[in-house]
């Protein structure tokens, strides 16, 4: 037995809001769009992970979500323009990650990091 695959399932008023901040902002494509779920996905493949944590480092709240980019710059370039609240950073953190807090239009706080 073995894990294939890990999705996180954000709860939404409107699927449609999601198109700006997880296909334009960060570049994810939709896989599946049922109507009522909309299924977004990047290139590439990793482990599936789950973490559990008491706080978010550096004295943060946990985030809802978090998302490993490869140019954290031009994520929270595009992130900005968008007009998507950036609630924390950009950062770079001790233990070797740059990022920032950002809520997506659900209201989740999504953790945007590079490794460094």
Known sequence: MAVRR???NVA???IDAAKAFYGDALGMSVVMDLGWIM????????AP????ATEGGS???????SVEVDDLT???????AAGFSIEYGPV???WGVTR????DPFGRVVNILEHR
């Open 92 to 94: 770079a953190e001790p």
């Open 74 to 80: 031009e994520v929270h370039r595009r992130m900005q």
């Open 6 to 8: 890990i999705v996180a």
């Open 49 to 52: 992970q789950v973490s559990v």
């Open 39 to 46: 299924t977004f996905a990047a290139e590439g493949s990793v």
């Open 100 to 103: 920032f807090y950002v809520r």
């Open 12 to 14: 939404a008023e409107r």
């Open 59 to 65: 004295g943060t709240p946990v985030p809802d979500l």
